[in-house]
């Protein structure tokens, strides 16, 4: 998957969650305020698993695991 087609990927599936958060309100309760959301996929995982080592400290990972639907993971 080139850079391009990971950043669209991504713009999409960040639309997809913020329309999913607003219709279950009761998941956004479960984020916490300061965090690094990543979408987990089947056949990425193995990319997605490499670049949340690089995240900063001060940062807690969030990760969506990308279904027909979403699924907040802890």
Same mark, same amino acid.
């Given at each position: 998957?080139?850079?391009?087609?990971? @950043?669209?990927?991504? @713009?999409?599936?960040?639309?997809?969650?913020?329309?999913?958060?607003?219709?279950?309100?009761?998941?956004?309760?479960?984020? /916490?305020? !300061?965090?690094?959301?990543?979408? @987990?996929?089947?056949?990425?995982?193995? @990319?997605?698993?490499?670049?949340? &080592?690089?995240? /900063?400290? !001060?940062? &807690?990972?969030?990760?969506?695991?990308?279904?027909?639907?979403?699924?907040?993971?802890?």
């Amino acid at each position: 998957m080139t850079h391009k087609e990971t @950043i669209e990927r991504n @713009i999409g599936l960040t639309f997809d969650f913020v329309n999913y958060l607003i219709d279950n309100r009761e998941e956004v309760e479960k984020l /916490p305020n !300061n965090f690094k959301l990543e979408f @987990i996929e089947k056949d990425f995982s193995k @990319i997605e698993h490499q670049q949340s &080592q690089m995240t /900063p400290s !001060n940062l &807690q990972n969030k990760y969506v695991r990308v279904k027909n639907s979403f699924d907040v993971t802890l």
